[in-house]
């Protein structure tokens, strides 16, 4: 990130107390912020080399500070609005390369959709959230905060995942490229899930969730593999009471791996493009 002069870079001057900053030069380091946000040259999440996904806690500190730093005012949008004044609506156009269709859809400043994203409405996109390339956001989802989708993802109707800005350090919602969430589905505690996984509509993950791997024999938690297709299930539940009135308890199932079939059954996204 550039530094103007001697001045400390975005990362050095949200890392540290802001409670004795200058008040102008916040405002103009929050503004600066959310801008890298909507280019995508800074994130609120990103993956190491290991495969990772590592929140960056000075960003949301910046995001938070945005907020500290707002009025509450009245805005320039269709049916009224009443918001924070430094983190309203963002305006889309042509040169953004997004396909953005009418009908009450909103994108929050500082959230970043890159080239091919078509968003459909309704559906909102908040503050730190990343959408990449080619994805699809369909009717009624919500990206929440600092939320990271990857490339050629497809967030089917009524998806939602769940946003994060405190605790700082904590991790935000992950797909990874390529994955397919069908309708319904929710994400939520930090839970990834990895490159070109398929979840059936309906599957809801949190970070203890026990996703029970049926073609792998083995259960995950807070994550959800690449390539593997999760369908809604369920399992006994335990005790004599239980046992009288016949209880089941959630229980996502790996049922599958992704493979051509698979791969033949998505394909319709590219039709609607």
Request: a negative charge.
């Amino acid at each position: 990130m550039a530094t103007t002069g001697a001045r400390r870079t975005l990362e050095e001057f949200f890392t540290h107390d802001l409670d004795g900053a200058d008040a102008a030069e916040t405002l103009e380091r929050v503004a600066a912020l959310l801008d890298a946000l909507e280019r995508g040259t800074v994130r609120a999440a990103s993956r190491t080399g290991e495969g990772e996904w590592r929140s960056h806690a000075w960003v949301k500190r910046g995001i938070l500070a945005a907020f500290r730093h707002s009025e509450t005012v009245e805005m320039d949008w269709p049916g009224g609005a009443v918001d924070k004044s430094l983190v309203p609506a963002r305006r889309l156009g042509l040169g953004d390369g997004v396909r953005m269709v009418p009908g009450g859809s909103s994108v929050r400043r500082g959230a970043h959709l890159a080239q091919g994203v078509v968003v459909m409405p309704p559906s909102y996109v908040n503050i730190g959230a990343h959408v990449g390339a080619g994805t699809m956001v369909d009717s009624h989802v919500l990206v929440g905060s600092c939320a990271q989708v990857g490339n050629d993802v497809h967030l089917s109707t009524a998806v939602q995942l769940g946003g994060v800005l405190e605790p700082v350090g904590a991790r935000p919602v992950v797909v990874e490229d390529g994955a397919f969430i069908g309708a319904q589905c929710g994400l939520y505690e930090g839970v990834v899930v990895r490159e070109r996984a398929v979840l059936a509509p309906g599957v809801i993950l949190t970070a203890g969730t026990t996703v029970y791997d049926l073609v792998r024999q083995t259960e995950w938690r807070g994550e959800i593999p690449g390539g593997a297709v999760v369908v809604p299930g369920s399992r006994p539940a335990r005790g004599d009471y239980a046992d009288v009135l016949g209880l089941s308890l959630y229980a996502p199932v790996i049922v599958k791996y992704r493979d051509s079939s698979t791969d033949a059954a998505t394909v319709l996204e590219g039709a609607l493009r």
